[in-house]
């Protein structure tokens, strides 16, 4: 069954990048969003297995970690699975101590430690 994915903030470019990562490796659909709000909406409407954030926003380069935090305080989107899209250790463990999954970075896409933490939710 195909499982969909929900990618917040990211260009254009590394949106597409993401996408053919994920859709070479998993059944699966990539979605974007832009911000919390379209976030949030597209969560409510739709039923996604992962979301994953960039560490800073492409369309107004905000933290990623805010929307992090707001999902998790939300009654009903808390149990929806979240990683930070960030190479940077120190943020990544930030994004884990706010809830999230361990993430990965744009240059870790074919690593093996990327691929076992993508399988535990994406199968």
């Known amino acids: ?52 954030i960039n560490r800073k926003l492409d369309c107004d380069y905000s933290d990623g970690i805010e929307i992090l935090k707001a999902l998790k305080a939300n009654d009903q989107l808390r149990s929806v699975p979240v990683m930070l899209i960030t190479n940077f250790a120190e943020h990544q463990d930030a994004a884990v101590a706010a809830g999230a999954e361990r993430g990965f970075g744009k240059f870790e896409y074919e690593k093996a430690e990327t691929l076992q933490r993508l399988t535990k939710i994406l199968g």
């Open 1 to 52: 069954m195909t499982k969909h994915v929900l990618d917040v903030g990211n260009c254009g470019p590394d949106f597409q990048a993401i996408s053919r990562f994920l859709t070479a490796s998993f059944d699966c659909q990539v979605d974007q969003a832009d911000k919390l709000e379209d976030t949030q909406t597209k969560l409510r409407e739709g039923d996604y297995a992962l979301v994953l």
